[in-house]
């Protein structure tokens, strides 16, 4: 079974500082991750997935992740926070692109600091 | 991608009663998903819905608590039954294909 870790529940960055949110995977088969963002109040937004194309992905907002296997890692990042990314993250995995359950880590919570 | 149409956004209820929930997709898809995000909590997995076939739940939900509907390739709908305040969260749906997956809004709901 497949399952992602997100280490840190609450990250608190400077406005116009980096950003890094991690994401562990367990999964027997390659994975296909998935970032989400959930601002308050809202529903899911997708920020970027990795389908096993290129290993480093981009995504919208300026965000991106890069995908290692050997690390078994696929960490969000952000090279300058702004105000507005302050929201709840999602790291999820499935096995079966499209096809199959999403499953989700628990969230970490970025908070900006002005 | 897929647009979907989520309805009620948001509902409170009073305990020992039902809310069905619906979801509307813009086109047809195979699969579509029912989660689970209760108040400051990741999204779980109730069950997955198949056209033309009983839905599939996750450990942890039942069917006589949680009945899925699924009578066509656009639309499903998911009753929370006899409510009780534990229940009070955010239902979503989902949908998978060639984009990857796509939420409904959301449901909102708060249980009395």
Redesign the interface.
């Known amino acids: 079974a497949q399952s992602v870790t997100q280490l840190g529940s609450h990250v608190s960055v400077s406005e116009g500082a980096l950003v890094l949110l991690r994401c562990n995977y367990s999964s027997s088969v390659p994975p296909y991750l998935?970032w989400?963002v959930q601002y308050p109040?809202?529903?899911?937004q997708?920020l970027l997935?990795y389908t096993s194309a290129a290993t480093l992905v981009k995504g919208i907002n300026g965000f991106e992740a890069e995908f290692k296997k050997s690390e078994t890692s696929f960490h969000l990042t952000k090279p300058s926070a702004h105000m507005s990314d302050a929201a709840e993250y999602?790291c999820a995995v499935t096995f079966s692109?499209?096809?199959?359950?999403?499953?989700?880590?628990?969230?970490t919570r970025l908070t900006i600091i002005p | 991608s897929a647009v979907i149409s989520q309805k009620p956004s948001r509902d409170i209820c009073q305990r020992g009663t039902s809310l069905t929930i619906q979801c509307q997709v813009d086109s047809q898809v195979t699969m579509m998903f029912w989660y689970r995000q209760q108040p400051g909590q990741s999204l779980t997995l109730i069950a997955t819905a198949n056209q033309g076939s009983e839905a599939t739940y996750e450990s942890g939900f039942v069917i006589d608590k949680f009945p899925i509907s699924r009578p066509n390739l656009t639309f499903s709908t998911l009753t929370v039954s006899n409510m009780s305040p534990e229940d009070s969260s955010i239902y979503l749906c989902s949908v998978g294909g060639y984009y990857g997956y796509t939420f409904g809004s959301g449901t909102r709901l708060t249980v009395v």
Do not use: S
């Open positions: 998935f989400y109040n809202q529903g899911l997708l997935k999602f692109f499209g096809n199959e359950k999403l499953t989700f880590g628990t969230g």
